[in-house]
């Protein structure tokens, strides 16, 4: 009895990260996640995996590299999103030395900018997976409450009226070599502040 009982288990452990390994390629094109060709970038690198999209966490820059989501009929496209609950939180399944906290936004003139928008999530816990610093950069205000935010609503009209579109977003981190682009800024305990979105 004690050996099936250790094997159910080990069995509910893993199932996790079965239904994960199910969830993520559903957020790319042909189920093929997009590749970090600088390799230095890919270093410290985490792929996470959530019920509507998936991104590419670097714990060099403890900010997304990528995120990607499928906007479908099934999915988000024509429902109401949940109504926003601003849930902001730490990644749990990342180690505290690499990824971000809510204190390395505190007092330095950046919002936490979603790479995959909430306002693209179709049920309340995708909404909550959404506001995970995993999926944030900093992003000036103006910029992320403006700008940013027409580009998003934008590509839900674009996702209406095809009925489908796969969208990756993501931060440009520039210059002569990955140091210079990745200490050009840096709040907090150290989190990457991007050249361009």
């Not at 509507?52 to 714990?59: D, I, P, R, V």
């Not at 996702?159 to 682009?181: C, D, K, Q, W």
């Amino acid at each position: 009895m004690k050996k099936y009982v250790t094997l159910l288990f080990f069995w509910l452990l893993l199932l996790p990260a079965f239904a994960q390994r199910d969830i993520c390629p559903r957020q790319f094109v042909a189920g093929i996640a997009p590749q970090i060709l600088n390799s230095k970038m890919a270093a410290s690198i985490t792929l996470l995996c959530f019920n509507a999209y998936a991104l590419m966490y670097s714990g060099i820059s403890r900010t997304p590299l990528w995120s990607a989501e499928h906007l479908h009929e099934n999915g988000s496209i024509g429902l109401q999103s949940p109504k926003r609950r601003n849930a902001f939180h730490a990644e749990p399944r990342l180690p505290r030395s690499e990824r971000s906290e809510l204190r390395d936004y505190a007092h330095s003139g950046f919002d936490r900018g979603h790479m995959t928008p909430s306002g693209d999530m179709p049920t309340p816990q995708a909404q909550y997976e959404s506001f995970s610093l995993a999926n944030m950069v900093p992003q000036n205000p103006e910029s992320n409450q403006q700008l940013w935010e027409g580009i998003e609503e934008s590509t839900r009209s674009i996702a209406a009226s095809e009925n489908e579109l796969y969208v990756v977003t993501g931060p440009i981190f520039e210059g002569g070599s990955l140091e210079r682009a990745l200490e050009r800024t840096r709040i907090g305990a150290g989190l990457a502040v991007q050249g361009h979105l």
